[in-house]
């Protein structure tokens, strides 16, 4: 007999569906096809940088640095581009950046075993600090013509849909084929359930663990791409803000355990369509912004004891160090 | 002219420090110790009037702000979360002290109590969800941290043009903010009061240690009974307090709320917390580590500011720092017991002359012979590790396990064996005071006594602590033997105190003079050092003329006397040295003279390798354990000696098959009945011409048996 039991996935899913009907019947102006795609194009970065930061945390790690891989190699490929340089050169020089930056993150982690919130805390300081202090002349990189037609990048509809969309989706489709099809994947999975097992396995976790934020930084570096490409500039003070903190969100609510080795692209997606939709609905109903925060910090309290009341935890089972 | 160099250089250099220093447990804060004397170091260097007055104070202020906020989070952290709330904590209670204080004009002594108690209510929102609803801490506080800046951001917009507007002008408050007792800010002294309770809460304090164990395994802390939710939910409400008190000191000293008030303060937080040494995941940290972490931090932010840095520089340097720091730190916890391991065993010269002759044909009283070939053995098999035997007034033989239970086998045939009581550490030496209580050595656990119904009670697990030792020798290691005087004091011998019950062998291969004789007074309860500095001193009998006892030093291969009253009170006399292995229990024979057990003979190559303290050295950092050269503690022999020294007889089974090892042996009844460490079984040797009547301790106490 299948016991009636619901996960958070699927707790979070339904909050979704109740909100989104709620605003739907309630709301005038919510359930128009003009808003559906703002809404979807407002939250695709978010949901770009969400399927990031699933990668690392199904591999049981965290990567805060994310908004710094976001903002900063984007910024200086805007920012080589307006010194002149061309832009495949500066959109290579950002690539390697970016790699050079989650080997960094990985090797810290996988060798020297620094903790992973607290390296990757250090590391996204490091290099916010390296664009701020080398890199970039002004806190807002400005789009140059030689950007040009790049911008469709982020702007502009590819048969109807807007592109940013369309970029969430090809990112989605990229990382479960990495995450479901591929045997990286699976390790990446292994360790995250746990890692004692699968180093004893043979799996090689060093490696992996890199790879994991190499592929992080790489996809924050092309959510930062779509993002500056979007708003045409890059607004490097973005790494100040709480993005980071709606991106574990994203990434938590939909039902991908800090723990590890649980969940996969589905919950970054619905995690980002409750998120989206809440914001939406706010604005159309003219909440400020704090006020949005408020509710939707009190929202995903319900959902997360709600969670805890359905599935509750114990002392017995809980692991060790799992905060 | 060599040896003596050696014997001088081993004998006066003190070796054995290192490791005892390398083995405490503050040594774990020595790489953000280093690091915070090297930043401290650096910006005292480059910058003018980094170290004056004005400057410390300035510097004091802001620290004791953070780190009434780096308290509360050590202390989420070791209770194996994590607080990201703190940020925006402070805050709000910032903003509810200065609006109370400047809108409703309240009292400053009510603004003080109402500000706390908004702390622990923001703090105690947090542990109701994590320790009772058990909700991921992370994701929690992560959550309260956005709803709690929101419901700031929120008050701010409508409440900070009047805060702004009031220029509150109380001395209490300007106190508060600004005071300073002999140059001592004041929030400094009150960190100092609360970081001083907070130590003495975190390492003497039952609670305290109920939040290191849940943070250490949340899992045996529940099924140890600890309250589990309770303290966790506690911790947090304690983070809140503690943030609240920094914003009072914060919003006395500034008088504003601004909108990014404590944003990004989460993050300074738990860097100083992780950097002062303090595990993310729990069960490890201090009160100590959490200040050094801050200073860290604030030395370098504030040293970068005054530097004029640029912002991408300040950040880089600290990311970088940080980086490093942690690095160092996580290799330095993950390999000091590995270096301990290494540096611990710190051998001595010790010398001994060619061991007197045991082999056959070579006459003298250690002659071997196969007297104790086939005797009849007691529980073969159904006991393990029967270090001492002893027997009651009612021939009841009585034996410790390995297992920690005291065994009892019944008389006349001692085929029925039962548990006679159960202590949990192993029982070593044993005595029958008057009143029958058995007393024992317990390795690893102390001194326990036995009522003659079974019952167990400590008799004493500490002695005084001495003066000039790095370790902490005044808890009971290893107690040995013991023997009770007519006066009611039980002379006990602690063989070693640099080694565990397990791993006493390997005080051998040292040969220092670790062990002591501890002396616990039955009428006070009182116990004290008696004599130190002895080579693993082990068997302990009270000498016949009531004023002195002979002990045995194992691995001093000698056997001597302390006086301990009388005209010699104190000294120490040499009864026999050179013995040809390693003496163990003494015990009184029937004829008025001694039985010693020798654990072990001595071997040439140890004898040797005891004149070369640095080939043992060597040997123990590089040989792994199961290869060293140890004394050898597998085929011994019993020997009778009288008062002067003199052997007399000695007892061997040279087929090594049925009691080749003898810890210790007991006479009775003519019988006499041996015991040892690694055996699983007792001997029962029949004595020829001994007194038939004989029980030691009825004779010792004038009881007719």
Same mark, same amino acid.
């Given at each position: 007999?299948?016991?009636?039991?619901?996960?958070?996935?699927?707790?979070?899913?339904?909050?979704?569906?109740?909100?989104?009907?709620?605003?739907?019947?309630?709301?005038?102006?919510?359930?128009?096809?003009?808003?559906?795609?703002?809404?979807?194009?407002?939250?695709?970065?978010?949901?770009?940088?969400?399927?990031?930061?699933?990668?690392?945390?199904?591999?049981?790690?965290?990567?805060?640095?994310?908004?710094?891989?976001?903002?900063?190699?984007?910024?200086?490929?805007?920012?080589?581009?307006?010194?002149?340089?061309?832009?495949?050169?500066?959109?290579?020089?950002?690539?390697?950046?970016?790699?050079?930056?989650?080997?960094?993150?990985?090797?810290?982690?996988?060798?020297?075993?620094?903790?992973?919130?607290?390296?990757?805390?250090?590391?996204?300081?490091?290099?916010?600090?390296?664009?701020?202090?080398?890199?970039?002349?002004?806190?807002?990189?400005?789009?140059?013509?030689?950007?040009?037609?790049?911008?469709?990048?982020?702007?502009?509809?590819?048969?109807?849909?807007?592109?940013?969309?369309?970029?969430?989706?090809?990112?989605?489709?990229?990382?479960?084929?990495?995450?479901?099809?591929?045997?990286?994947?699976?390790?990446?999975?292994?360790?995250?359930?746990?890692?004692?097992?699968?180093?004893?396995?043979?799996?090689?976790?060093?490696?992996?663990?890199?790879?994991?934020?190499?592929?992080?930084?790489?996809?924050?570096?092309?959510?930062?791409?779509?993002?500056?490409?979007?708003?045409?500039?890059?607004?490097?003070?973005?790494?100040?803000?709480t993005?980071?903190?709606?991106?574990?969100?994203?990434?938590?609510?939909?039902?991908?355990?800090?723990?590890?080795?649980?969940?996969?692209?589905?919950?970054?997606?619905?995690?980002?369509?409750?998120?989206?939709?809440?914001?939406?609905?706010?604005?159309?109903?003219?909440?400020?912004?704090a006020g949005?925060n408020l509710?939707?910090g009190v929202?995903?309290l319900?959902?997360?004891?709600?969670?805890?009341?359905?599935?509750?935890?114990?002392?017995?089972?809980?692991?060790?160090?799992?905060? | 002219?060599?040896?003596?160099?050696?014997?001088?250089?081993?004998?006066?250099?003190?070796?054995?420090?290192?490791?005892?220093?390398?083995?405490?447990?503050?040594?774990?804060?020595?790489?953000?110790?280093?690091?915070?004397?090297?930043?401290?170091?650096?910006?005292?260097?480059?910058?003018?009037?980094?170290?004056?007055?004005?400057?410390?104070?300035?510097?004091?202020?802001?620290?004791?702000e953070?780190?009434f906020i780096?308290?509360g989070?050590?202390?989420?952290?070791?209770?194996?979360?994590?607080d990201l709330s703190v940020g925006s904590i402070f805050a709000l209670t910032d903003f509810c002290a200065l609006y109370l204080l400047d809108v409703l004009?309240?009292?400053?002594?009510?603004v003080v109590v109402a500000t706390l108690a908004c702390g622990a209510l923001l703090g105690a929102v947090n542990g109701?969800l994590?320790?009772?609803?058990?909700?991921?801490?992370?994701?929690t506080t992560l959550i309260t941290l956005i709803i709690y800046r929101s419901a700031f951001d929120l008050l701010i917009q409508r409440y900070s043009?009047?805060i702004?507007?009031?220029?509150?002008?109380?001395?209490?408050?300007?106190?508060?903010?600004?005071?300073?007792?002999?140059?001592?800010?004041?929030?400094?002294?009150?960190?100092?009061?609360?970081?001083?309770?907070?130590?003495?809460?975190?390492?003497?304090?039952?609670?305290?240690?109920?939040?290191?164990?849940?943070?250490?395994?949340?899992?045996?802390?529940?099924?140890?009974?600890?309250?589990?939710?309770?303290?966790?939910?506690?911790?947090y409400v304690?983070s809140g307090v503690l943030t609240s008190i920094a914003a009072l000191f914060f919003a006395a000293?500034l008088g504003t709320v601004g909108g990014d008030i404590g944003v990004g303060l989460e993050?300074?937080v738990?860097?100083?917390?992780?950097?002062?040494?303090?595990?993310?995941?729990?069960?490890?940290?201090?009160?100590?580590?959490?200040?050094?972490?801050?200073?860290?931090?604030?030395?370098?932010?504030?040293?970068?500011?005054?530097?004029?840095?640029?912002?991408?520089?300040?950040?880089?340097?600290?990311?970088?720092?940080?980086?490093?720091?942690?690095?160092?730190?996580?290799?330095?916890?993950?390999?000091?017991?590995?270096?301990?391991?290494?540096?611990?065993?710190?051998?001595?010269?010790?010398?001994?002359?060619?061991?007197?002759?045991?082999?056959?044909?070579?006459?003298?009283?250690?002659?071997?012979?196969?007297?104790?070939?086939?005797?009849?053995?007691?529980?073969?098999?159904?006991?393990?590790?029967?270090?001492?035997?002893?027997?009651?007034?009612?021939?009841?033989?009585?034996?410790?396990?390995?297992?920690?239970?005291?065994?009892?086998?019944?008389?006349?045939?001692?085929?029925?064996?039962?548990?006679?009581?159960?202590?949990?550490?192993?029982?070593?030496?044993?005595?029958?005071?008057?009143?029958?209580?058995?007393?024992?050595?317990?390795?690893?656990?102390?001194?326990?006594?036995?009522?003659?119904?079974?019952?167990?009670?400590?008799?004493?697990?500490?002695?005084?602590?001495?003066?000039?030792?790095?370790?902490?020798?005044?808890?009971?290691?290893?107690?040995?033997? /013991? @023997?009770?005087?007519?006066?009611?004091?039980? =002379?006990?011998?602690?063989?070693?105190? %640099?080694?565990?019950? &397990? +791993? #006493?062998?390997?005080?051998?291969?040292?040969?220092?003079?670790?062990?002591?004789?501890?002396?616990?007074?039955?009428?006070?309860?009182?116990?004290?050092?008696?004599?130190?500095?002895?080579?693993?001193?082990?068997?302990?009998?009270?000498?016949?003329?009531?004023?002195?006892?002979?002990?045995?030093?194992?691995?001093?291969?000698?056997?001597?006397?302390?006086?301990?009253?009388?005209?010699?009170?104190?000294?120490?006399?040499?009864?026999?040295?050179?013995?040809?292995?390693?003496?163990?229990?003494?015990?009184?024979?029937?004829?008025?003279?001694?039985?010693?057990?020798?654990?072990?003979?001595?071997?040439?190559? /140890? @004898?040797?390798?005891?004149?070369?303290?640095? =080939?043992?050295?060597?040997?123990?950092? %590089?040989?792994?354990? &199961? +290869? #060293?050269?140890?004394?050898?503690?597998?085929?011994?022999?019993?020997?009778?000696?009288?008062?002067?020294?003199?052997?007399?007889?000695?007892?061997?089974?040279?087929?090594?098959?049925?009691?080749?090892?003898?810890?210790?042996?007991?006479?009775?009844?003519?019988?006499?009945?041996?015991?040892?460490?690694?055996?699983?079984?007792?001997?029962?040797?029949?004595?020829?011409?001994?007194?038939?009547?004989?029980?030691?301790?009825?004779?010792?106490?004038?009881?007719?048996?």
């Open positions: 007999m299948k016991r009636l039991r619901f996960n958070q996935q699927e707790i979070v899913f339904a909050v979704f569906a109740v909100l989104f009907l709620a605003f739907s019947i309630f709301l005038r102006g919510f359930l128009t096809p003009e808003n559906m795609l703002t809404l979807l194009q407002n939250v695709a970065v978010l949901g770009i940088l969400g399927l990031a930061m699933a990668i690392v945390v199904i591999g049981r790690g965290i990567d805060i640095s994310l908004i710094a891989a976001l903002a900063v190699p984007p910024g200086l490929v805007l920012q080589m581009v307006q010194n002149g340089h061309s832009l495949p050169a500066s959109l290579l020089t950002a690539v390697l950046l970016t790699i050079a930056f989650g080997l960094v993150n990985g090797w810290l982690i996988a060798y020297a075993e620094v903790p992973s919130l607290f390296a990757t805390l250090a590391t996204g300081l490091l290099l916010a600090g390296l664009g701020q202090a080398a890199l970039f002349q002004l806190d807002v990189v400005q789009w140059s013509d030689g950007m040009k037609g790049f911008e469709r990048l982020g702007q502009g509809t590819i048969l109807g849909i807007p592109t940013s969309i369309v970029m969430f989706a090809i990112a989605c489709v990229v990382v479960a084929f990495l995450l479901r099809q591929t045997r990286w994947g699976a390790y990446i999975y292994a360790i995250g359930d746990n890692p004692y097992a699968a180093r004893v396995t043979g799996i090689p976790s060093r490696p992996i663990i890199v790879l994991q934020y190499v592929v992080a930084a790489l996809i924050g570096c092309f959510a930062g791409l779509v993002m500056a490409a979007s708003v045409n500039s890059m607004p490097t003070r973005v790494f100040n803000s993005l980071i903190y709606d991106v574990i969100l994203v990434v938590v609510l939909g039902g991908i355990g800090l723990s590890g080795g649980r969940g996969g692209v589905l919950n970054v997606i619905i995690g980002t369509l409750l998120i989206g939709t809440m914001l939406n609905g706010m604005t159309i109903m003219d909440i400020s912004y949005q509710v939707k929202v995903l319900l959902a997360v004891i709600t969670d805890s009341f359905l599935n509750p935890r114990n002392e017995e089972t809980a692991q060790q160090g799992d905060i | 002219m060599r040896d003596t160099l050696t014997s001088l250089r081993y004998r006066y250099w003190p070796d054995h420090l290192l490791g005892e220093i390398l083995s405490k447990r503050w040594t774990e804060t020595a790489i953000p110790v280093i690091l915070l004397l090297i930043v401290g170091f650096a910006l005292s260097r480059s910058i003018d009037h980094f170290l004056s007055p004005s400057s410390l104070a300035d510097t004091a202020r802001q620290a004791g953070i780190g780096g308290l989070m050590a202390l989420v952290v070791i209770v194996g979360g994590i004009n309240w009292p400053v002594p009510a109701v994590i320790g009772y609803l058990r909700l991921r801490a992370f994701i043009n009047s702004a507007a009031a220029f509150p002008d109380i001395p209490s408050w300007n106190f508060i903010g600004g005071g300073d007792v002999f140059g001592i800010p004041s929030v400094a002294l009150v960190y100092v009061a609360i970081a001083i309770f907070g130590h003495i809460f975190m390492t003497r304090l039952r609670p305290g240690w109920h939040i290191t164990a849940i943070g250490g395994s949340r899992r045996s802390a529940y099924n140890s009974g600890i309250p589990v939710r309770r303290t966790i939910a506690l911790c304690a000293r993050v300074i738990l860097t100083a917390t992780v950097l002062g040494g303090i595990t993310l995941g729990g069960g490890k940290g201090s009160v100590a580590k959490s200040l050094v972490g801050v200073l860290i931090v604030l030395l370098i932010t504030n040293g970068l500011t005054t530097l004029n840095a640029r912002g991408g520089i300040n950040r880089m340097a600290l990311a970088g720092i940080l980086l490093v720091a942690a690095m160092v730190d996580i290799r330095w916890q993950k390999n000091r017991t590995r270096i301990i391991s290494k540096v611990y065993v710190a051998p001595t010269y010790h010398a001994l002359p060619p061991p007197p002759a045991t082999e056959i044909g070579q006459g003298g009283p250690f002659e071997q012979n196969d007297k104790l070939r086939d005797v009849e053995l007691i529980g073969l098999g159904r006991i393990e590790a029967p270090e001492d035997v002893i027997l009651d007034r009612n021939n009841n033989l009585y034996a410790g396990s390995r297992h920690g239970d005291i065994m009892r086998f019944f008389a006349p045939d001692y085929q029925r064996m039962e548990v006679f009581a159960h202590i949990g550490g192993q029982p070593l030496g044993m005595a029958f005071d008057r009143q029958d209580n058995l007393y024992v050595c317990i390795g690893g656990m102390g001194l326990y006594r036995i009522k003659p119904d079974g019952t167990v009670e400590k008799a004493t697990d500490e002695t005084n602590r001495s003066m000039h030792s790095v370790n902490d020798d005044s808890r009971l290691r290893l107690a040995d033997d /013991l @023997d009770i005087t007519d006066d009611g004091l039980i =002379f006990f011998s602690e063989a070693t105190v %640099r080694y565990e019950m &397990d +791993e #006493w062998p390997i005080d051998g291969l040292e040969a220092r003079g670790n062990g002591r004789i501890i002396c616990y007074d039955t009428k006070t309860g009182a116990t004290h050092t008696a004599l130190r500095g002895l080579k693993f001193p082990n068997g302990i009998c009270v000498a016949s003329d009531g004023q002195s006892i002979l002990f045995a030093e194992t691995f001093g291969c000698s056997i001597k006397r302390l006086w301990f009253a009388g005209p010699k009170k104190g000294q120490v006399e040499v009864v026999m040295d050179n013995l040809p292995g390693y003496p163990d229990n003494i015990n009184l024979a029937s004829d008025g003279n001694y039985w010693l057990a020798l654990v072990g003979m001595r071997s040439p190559s /140890l @004898d040797l390798a005891w004149k070369m303290p640095g =080939f043992r050295r060597r040997m123990a950092k %590089r040989v792994p354990v &199961d +290869e #060293w050269l140890f004394p050898n503690i597998n085929t011994g022999c019993v020997v009778k000696f009288n008062e002067q020294g003199k052997i007399l007889e000695s007892f061997w089974d040279l087929r090594g098959e049925n009691h080749p090892m003898i810890t210790s042996m007991r006479e009775h009844r003519g019988y006499l009945y041996l015991g040892g460490i690694m055996n699983n079984r007792i001997g029962r040797y029949k004595l020829e011409n001994a007194d038939p009547n004989f029980v030691q301790y009825d004779k010792r106490w004038g009881k007719l048996s």
